[in-house]
């Protein structure tokens, strides 16, 4: 196991979150992303953080995991919910603190925001993602989802 640093993703990091999305989307969802379309919503975020941020994992090696948040206001709370997405680890990453390390760190960060609380949406089939949230403290939430979108 390697030692994994965290840190906010740069310029030089939006082709590995790209292929790293890419996967992401095939693995959970058997959906193939356009790369023109995804590049330039990764450049977005990079690009305006009022549209979120990335964190990415590194070893010595390589970047070998990443997350984005973006945030939801509350007006019932006053204050701001923030919305893990585009959560990878490389397949042969898992299992090794990669997610642990992205995850300490935004609760830290999250916590010295003011932020009210952490919120993700996994796949319901995905058994193994729900456990590690649930080891990490998560719990189900009580709404379900509902969508109107162009695919």
Do not use: C
Request: glycine content about 6%; hydrophobic content about 45%; overall charge neutral.
């Amino acid at each position: 196991m390697s030692v994994v640093t965290v840190r906010d993703a740069r310029g030089d990091d939006i082709e590995t979150i790209v292929a790293f999305n890419v996967a992401l989307a095939l693995e959970t969802e058997s959906k193939h992303l356009d790369r023109a379309t995804l590049r330039a919503g990764v450049e977005a975020v990079l690009r305006d953080s009022s549209k979120g941020f990335y964190l990415v994992a590194q070893t010595s090696a390589a970047v070998v995991g990443q997350l984005m948040i973006t945030t939801e206001w509350s007006d019932w709370r006053n204050a701001d919910w923030w919305w893990l997405q585009s959560v990878y680890v490389e397949p042969a990453a898992r299992r090794d603190g990669v997610f642990r390390a992205l995850w300490t760190e935004v609760v830290a960060r999250s916590k010295s925001a003011g932020v009210r609380g952490l919120r993700l949406y996994v796949e319901n089939e995905n058994s193994r993602a729900q456990e590690t949230y649930a080891a990490l403290g998560m719990r189900r939430a009580r709404y379900a989802m509902y969508e109107l979108g162009q695919e």
